[in-house]
Structure formats: structure tokens, C-alpha cells
């Protein structure tokens, strides 16, 4: 069963420009991870969400935890093509003690 | 630097054989997993353990197992290798205070054939 749907799973795009992905799910999670992987490599974490509502950036991206804790998304300003790469969202269900539930990834693209 | 390793990087195997893949931490976290990622399912979760002795089964553990016998190394069993079960292979660890933060491995790419 899929708790997590990430969209879109595609995302091709011109350096410069913003996006959004988006990581909805029908269960509430204790907390939300977002992870970056590149070609060959393991995911590297960017960011923990934790509380409803809650807002973090980190440099040109910005990740917010919906209100429920149900949902999240990530918003990159001004993409690059270094932030080429495939974003996973991973929630975690209270008292899961690190048991992570991952979407299947939005494979985002950026053309100079 | 602390690190999370794995071997082999890449291997090729027979259905029925047992292979194992190795996962080795210097982080010095209690807390370690094993997923595979394939394309159209993700990550997902085959084993996972909180300490040395402890084991646990995850979403997809069928075929698989893992022991702990300290707390840098959680080997990953394939029993009887089958072709289902060609897939990338990561092992993570985390530390008990936060769970949810996992550190990757780069990955073992298994085909069998």
C-alpha cells in the first residue's frame, strides 16, 4: 500500500526558473524526511519536519509540514543545475522508531 | 569522518545461490536498515535492527535475513537468490535519539541472473 504519493514524478525545467513538488499522504506522520539522490548514490538528507505548519529553508529550497502533518511540499527558488537529482519524501509513523514510509520519488531535471 | 560503507559496490550472482551484501557504519549508531529500490516501488524496508541481538522484519522481508553481532555491521542475507530479487540495495543507519534521520549507504546493484 502506498501511503505516500509524491508529484509530479517528472519534472523537467530551465535553470532560473522555480518549482514545487508536492508529498500527500491520507495517514499523519509524526515527522517527514526529504531526501536528494543522485545517479549511483545513496539519499542524503536535507531536512526533518516535525511540527504542523512548520517552515524550513535551507539556502533556495523550502520545505513545508502541512497543518495535519499529512503533507508536505518543497519549493526550489531559482533551480540550478546542480539540484538535478531525484527528491524523495519518507514520513514516520508515531512510536515507529525510525520505520520510514518513502514516496517513490519526484525525478526533477534542470537545463542550463 | 564517520561513514556508512557497503560491498560489493556491484554483484552478479545464479538464481539459488546465497549471497550476502555487507553494511559497515562508523557513526556508532545503535539503529541500522536495509531497503531495496526499484523502479515503480521506491525504497522500501526489508529488515532493520535497534541494537546488537535485536533484528526485526519490514515490509518486504521474504528471501531475506540479518544479524547483528556488534553494533557497526548488519549483514544482508539472500538465502536462495532469485531474479525478484535483482534490485539496489541500501543500508542506513541512524542514531537512537533520532530514528528518523537515516544516513545512506552508496548502494549495492545486484543482478541475477
Known amino acids: 500500500t502506498q501511503l505516500l504519493e509524491q508529484s509530479p514524478q517528472f519534472l523537467s525545467i530551465q535553470e532560473g526558473e522555480n518549482l514545487t513538488v508536492y508529498c500527500n499522504s491520507s495517514s499523519v506522520f509524526s515527522s517527514l524526511q526529504w531526501y536528494r539522490q543522485e545517479p549511483g548514490e545513496g539519499p542524503v538528507l536535507l531536512v526533518t519536519?516535525?511540527?504542523?505548519?512548520e517552515v524550513k529553508k535551507l539556502k533556495r529550497l523550502t520545505f513545508q509540514f502541512g497543518d495535519a502533518r499529512k503533507d508536505s511540499s518543497l519549493h526550489i527558488t531559482a533551480a540550478q543545475t546542480g539540484d538535478t537529482g531525484l527528491y524523495l519524501c519518507?514520513?514516520?509513523?508515531?512510536?515507529?522508531?525510525?520505520?520510514?514510509?518513502f514516496g517513490k520519488g519526484t525525478k526533477l531535471s534542470v537545463k542550463p | 569522518d564517520a561513514e556508512i560503507t557497503q560491498s560489493p559496490r556491484h554483484k552478479i550472482t545464479e538464481t539459488g545461490r546465497q549471497v550476502t551484501l555487507a553494511c559497515h557504519q562508523t557513526?556508532?549508531?545503535?539503529?541500522m536498515f536495509w531497503y531495496r529500490q526499484d523502479l515503480g516501488h521506491g525504497l522500501r524496508l526489508i529488515h532493520y535492527s535497534y541494537g546488537v541481538q535485536d533484528t526485526n522484519k519490514g515490509e518486504v522481508s521474504d528471501g531475506y535475513s540479518v544479524s547483528r553481532s556488534n553494533t557497526e555491521d548488519l549483514p544482508l542475507t539472500l538465502e536462495s537468490a532469485a531474479s525478484s530479487q535483482t534490485s539496489v540495495y541500501f543500508c542506513?543507519?541512524?542514531?537512537?535519539?533520532?530514528?528518523?534521520?537515516?544516513?545512506f549507504g552508496p548502494g549495492t546493484r545486484l543482478l541475477v541472473l
Open positions: 542506513a543507519s541512524s542514531p537512537v535519539n533520532l530514528p528518523e534521520t537515516q544516513y
Open positions: 557513526w556508532n549508531h545503535n539503529n
Open positions: 519518507a514520513g514516520a509513523r508515531g512510536g515507529s522508531q525510525g520505520n520510514l514510509i
Open positions: 519536519v516535525v511540527t504542523g505548519g
